[in-house]
């Protein structure tokens, strides 16, 4: 029931277009509690499920490589038009900042939105076998592994080069160094849109997921150790009533 | 996998059965079958018996009463053999991400009711042509004056395409052994793009004289690869266009930029405008996207790991069934070692569990040493 609660939650978060890509983990489960589900449904229906994330996937990548060269072509651009005079352009600065930030979010959203389903997909193979007695799970999740939506290396590395060109490009300055605890009541504003809240939400969910369970076993997950983002996470307030848009 | 095949084959209206592909990685059938037209001269393709028979004996359909008779058939032909991972020796980095992909083609014969689900999801195959020599990346179709005779000679142009010649090599020698008129429509081959593949794609259209310019065809020669349709280059195009002319709208939700701005704007109006401020919540917002990108990174090794265990352990206690099957069926009765080898089996276990745990600290560890 976990699960079923913070994927629901995870896609009410989510980024309006993704809502209906993700896994339908209640109804897989239903299907799983009726009294002889039948294996053929139930696999003809996970499969439907990994067409609908691989075409996603595969997608939303493709959009992502084209906004990475471009992102590129304006980093370069500005650049050269700013020189040293950072001053000057300051709001374009801010600009592609935020753009950037924002772009590095989508893409960590798409490695996370690819890495809860399959998490969903384990989950509801284990009910399924625990169900009918069945070995359906591990074959399966085999398969699953060399889905194209689970292999998610390469927005990895657009993730950790952006992380790079973010550090290098835009480097902390001493007073937004100072300026940090300021900032903490400003960012709770900020938090209620978008990508930010999802993203944090995705965090909790992942935290909150690997908690133990009555199931634990060896195929679990280890307890999430993010004590050090609680810090951030403290400075978000994600009960802040602001609705998506 | 001794375990029972999940696929099944139905006599229905039409003599194929359903095919699962995208699992039938432990069905028995390993290939795909062409278009539903053609399924009348396939053989069955699972060999579940025939009690293990599906839909209409289904006791389903009395609880849900949404599932009528037929059978629906679930026709995805190539789009197991175009998802290489093992099979397909990598020749360079990029090899992943160059797959050629398939689109889901279904063909429902018989619409079942609570299909509407699966309909929304599923594609109808509009069941042109198959189109083989393109997929294999017959020069001839596209190239006059390809530089690729066969499709195993490396392409000078692209990495990627040596790879995707290979994959569609691969899918044919599977394929090989049935009727190889498949059903594919070329134009619902998903394509799985690259950075490199991209920038050689921008190099061309500037070359053509810029996106708005740069006709499909014509991108798509130049482009010399073999594993490019006109359709991935039409709609990549499409969304290169847009992606240039469209500043203003967010990259990939297209959704305006004004959203994605308000965040901006909150801050704006709650009177705290200095720059510094504004920077300080982009930086929390990015270290807290790197936050969650590094746990995804550790929990997708930590899953592989798993898997990876299980599967070991199964072998090993399948192993050690046939031991004892082995030893039992002899006549000479060794319990002492059997005893022992379990033992073996279940230090290994814990040996396992223990060392998953270990390397799920240690990377903890590793994060917090950040």
Same mark, same amino acid.
């Given at each position: ?140 999740? @085999?398969?699953?592994?060399? @889905? ?98 | 996998? $001794? $375990?029972?095949?999940? *696929? ?18 432990? *069905? ?116 006059? $004056? ?191 070692? *059997? $005893? ?31």
């Amino acid at each position: 029931m976990k699960f079923g609660k913070r994927i629901k939650e995870q896609i009410q978060e989510s980024l309006p277009e993704w809502r209906d890509k993700f896994l339908r983990y209640k109804e897989l489960k239903n299907l799983i509690s009726s009294p002889a589900p039948a294996e053929s449904i139930f696999v003809g229906l996970l499969n439907a499920e990994i067409d609908k994330f691989n075409a996603f996937f595969v997608e939303q990548e493709e959009d992502f490589i084209i906004h990475h060269k471009e992102l590129q072509y304006r980093i370069q651009r500005l650049v050269e038009k700013c020189g040293h005079n950072d001053e000057m352009f300051r709001e374009e600065i801010s600009e592609m900042r935020k753009d950037i930030v924002n772009f590095h979010g989508e893409m960590v959203l798409l490695v996370n939105y690819s890495n809860i389903n399959y998490t969903g997909l384990a989950k509801i193979l284990k009910k399924y076998d625990k169900r009918t007695g069945g070995g359906l799970r591990s074959p399966f999740i @085999q398969k699953v592994l060399h @889905q194209p939506f689970f292999k998610t290396d390469l927005v990895s590395r657009l993730v950790r080069e952006w992380e790079t060109t973010m550090d290098a490009v835009f480097p902390v300055t001493v007073a937004e160094a100072e300026g940090y605890e300021r900032c903490a009541a400003v960012t709770s504003a900020a938090a209620g849109v978008g990508i930010f809240r999802n993203t944090v939400a995705a965090l909790l969910t992942m935290k909150e997921m690997r908690r133990g369970s009555s199931t634990y076993s060896a195929f679990s997950l280890p307890p999430l150790n993010i004590s050090d983002s609680d810090l951030v996470l403290r400075s978000v307030h994600l009960s802040s009533p602001i609705p998506i848009p | 996998m $001794n $375990n029972p095949v999940p *696929c099944q084959s139905v006599s229905g209206g039409n003599s194929g059965g359903y095919l699962f592909p995208s699992s039938s990685g432990y *069905c028995n059938v390993s290939a795909v079958l062409p278009h539903g037209r053609n399924l009348q001269n396939q053989p069955p393709v699972s060999t579940v018996p025939r009690d293990r028979l599906a839909m209409q004996d289904c006791p389903l359909i009395a609880q849900s009463s949404l599932i009528n008779h037929h059978p629906q058939e679930f026709i995805d032909p190539l789009h197991e053999f175009f998802d290489f991972s093992d099979h397909v020796p990598v020749q360079n980095l990029q090899a992943e991400s160059s797959g050629v992909r398939v689109d889901s083609s279904v063909e429902l014969h018989k619409k079942s009711e609570w299909q509407d689900w699966a309909d929304q999801l599923i594609s109808v195959d509009d069941g042109s042509e198959p189109n083989w020599s393109e997929l294999l990346g017959d020069s001839s179709s596209h190239n006059p $004056n390809s530089e690729i005779p066969t499709p195993f000679l490396d392409v000078p142009r692209l990495d990627i395409t040596a790879n995707q010649q290979q994959q569609m090599v691969s899918s044919e020698d599977q394929l090989s052994g049935r009727n190889s008129s498949s059903s594919v429509a070329t134009s619902k081959q998903r394509m799985r793009w690259t950075p490199e593949l991209h920038e050689a794609f921008v190099e061309a259209v500037n070359q053509l004289g810029g996106s708005e310019r740069a006709t499909p065809k014509a991108v798509l020669k130049l482009l010399n690869n073999p594993g490019l349709t006109i359709y991935h280059v039409k709609s990549h195009l499409q969304k290169y266009r847009t992606a240039r002319y469209k500043p203003e709208t967010s990259e990939v939700t297209g959704e305006p930029q004004e959203k994605k701005m308000t965040s901006i704007e909150d801050i704006k109006s709650l009177d705290m405008k200095t720059s510094v401020e504004i920077t300080q919540a982009l930086r929390l917002q990015m270290e807290v996207q790197k936050r969650l990108h590094e746990q995804l990174e550790i929990q997708r090794s930590l899953q592989l790991q798993i898997e990876k265990q299980g599967r070991y352990l199964q072998m090993m206690f399948e192993k050690q069934q046939k031991i004892q099957d082995n030893k039992s069926s002899s006549s000479e009765a060794s319990p002492k070692q *059997c $005893n022992g080898s379990f033992a073996e089996v279940e230090v290994g276990l814990e040996t396992l569990t223990g060392d998953q745990n270990e390397s799920a600290s240690a990377s903890r560890k590793r994060v917090r040493e950040d």
